[in-house]
């Protein structure tokens, strides 16, 4: 009895394991693809504002973001309804955009270096760094994991 409950857990710990990483990956690439769209976008329009263009920078890179973890990172999990995963989904990217927004602007104008592209790159990369672990942790959580109804 005892060795059957002992290779049960040990399937369901490498089964986990095998979701977390398929999740991680595929999270992974689309976080790389939209990370090139918004670095992009980001860099073509910071000449005429950092906060602009990191908004518009932004809600281009969510919107591939959106379509490539509903249909790649996290698949297999239920779906909840569009409009809710929807909602939750660009409702936490707000979250990570006005943070985005407040720091670029804090660093940025206040310190004087609104025409000092490096430094708004920088500051651009630490808010795309901490968005992201906020994100895959919030998207898993709420957006298009845990049970439905």
Known sequence: MPD?????????????????????????????????????????????????ANFVSTLVSTAFAYVGNRYLSFSHLARRGIARETTLFFGINLVTLVFAELLIAFFVYPLGNAHDSDTVF???????????????????RFVFGGPTG
């Open 122 to 140: 920088v500051v651009k990369l630490v808010t795309i760094a901490i968005g992201t672990v906020f994100r895959f942790w919030a998207y898993k």
């Open 4 to 52: 059957s409950r002992i290779a049960t857990l040990r399937q369901r710990l490498r089964s986990s394991w095998r979701i977390l990483l398929k999740e991680l990956t595929a999270f992974g690439v689309v976080g790389a693809l939209a990370f090139v769209i918004d670095l992009s976008i980001f860099r073509w329009l910071s000449p005429y504002g950092a906060l602009k």
